[in-house]
């Protein structure tokens, strides 16, 4: 039988923020020390790592993990963890995760009220301030089985989270990266055909740009796809641009900065359980992207099961 730790399994990505995670880290390492916060610390050296890491932690009988990095990190991380529950049939309830954010998205912290400071993240741990995170179960072709943190989807959504990686494999950063990528997928990716269902009853069937599926509002450093979503209310949000002139997707880019994108009546928008995201031909099997990460190809099959994990969260809480 494993033995449960009580201190914090730390996975460290090396190669977040620009490659500056060292000189933000150390300093924040000393902080935990300096709060009382027993923890052991693991680096990761190339992509998935953190997926094996935090996997073998949970077998050892870690149950809080931090992820020092950005949202990719975080993605990577929940996955070892939700695969070892599986796996084990531990509950993902016995488990805590948090960030410390060093990265150019950072977008699932806004949806929890973590400051992106890895100082007032430290001090949210000593204070014992958790909430709750939906489990967000997906199959894609081939039924491979991921989870998704935050936001994901398909099309456009897809596209644009390929070309930032790409950009930031070389080497620029910033929020503009986001903008830049959109417009570039908006004015050169054609339409795929795809149909929809959400809790068994079809709600889209035909040509369309993009689907979007979140667990919390926040994407692409601040965008909102889904500005209705909450991270703890066991239900999906999604929302289908279907095939529009380009100059009339263009014109609705703002709605998704000031959080009206569902608002428009040129999108499909919806709440659901288990979405099922099937392409019409071959044509239209397209990557899909899960908190950035691409992960596959459709078909795309997510489920709510109602399972949640503990997270870090910017108001004070309970210790799980």
């Known amino acids: ?42 680096m990761t050296d190339h992509k998935r790592h953190a997926t094996m890491l935090a996997h073998e932690a949970a077998a050892a009988g870690y149950r809080k993990f931090l992820s020092v990095g ?4 975080l993605h990577e991380t929940l996955i070892g963890i939700a695969r070892y529950c599986d796996e084990s049939g531990v509950p993902s309830e016995d488990f805590t995760l948090g960030v410390m954010p060093i990265g150019s998205g950072n ?15 430290a001090n949210l741990i000593a204070r014992g301030s958790f ?29 644009v989270c390929s070309r930032v990686n790409f950009q930031k494999e070389s080497g620029r950063r910033g929020k503009l990266i986001y903008l830049n990528a959109l417009l570039h997928t908006v004015r050169n990716l054609g339409a795929i055909s795809l149909k929809v269902i959400a809790d068994g009853k079809e709600v889209f069937e035909g040509p369309c740009y993009s689907v979007a599926l979140g667990n919390g509002p926040f994407s692409g450093s601040g965008m909102r796809q889904v500005p209705g979503a909450s991270i703890d209310d066991g239900i999906l949000d999604y929302m289908i641009v279907p095939k529009l002139p380009v100059r009339l997707i263009v014109s609705q880019i703002p709605r998704l900065f ?5 608002k428009s009546p040129h999108v499909i928008s919806g709440k659901c359980r288990e979405l099922l995201i099937a392409p019409m031909d071959e044509a239209s099997e397209d ?29 004070a809480g309970t210790e799980p």
């Open 1 to 42: 039988m494993t033995n449960t730790k009580t201190d914090w399994y730390i996975i460290v990505n090396p190669r977040a923020g620009s490659g500056k995670t060292m000189s933000r880290w150390i300093p924040a390492e000393r902080k935990l020390l300096e709060l009382g916060i027993e923890f052991t610390t693991a």
């Open 258 to 262: 000031n959080g009206t994108v569902d």
């Open 107 to 121: 977008d699932w912290i806004k949806s929890l009220g973590v400051p992106n400071d890895l100082y007032a993240v």
């Open 70 to 73: 950005g949202d990719g990190s």
């Open 131 to 159: 909430g709750k995170m939906d489990l967000v179960r997906v199959a894609g072709g081939g039924e491979k089985t991921s989870y998704m943190a935050n936001v994901g989807g398909t099309g456009f959504d897809s596209h």
């Open 287 to 315: 990557i899909f992207e899960l908190d950035g990460e691409i992960e596959g190809r459709l078909p795309l099959s997510i489920q709510m099961d109602g399972r949640q994990i503990n997270v870090i969260k910017g108001s």
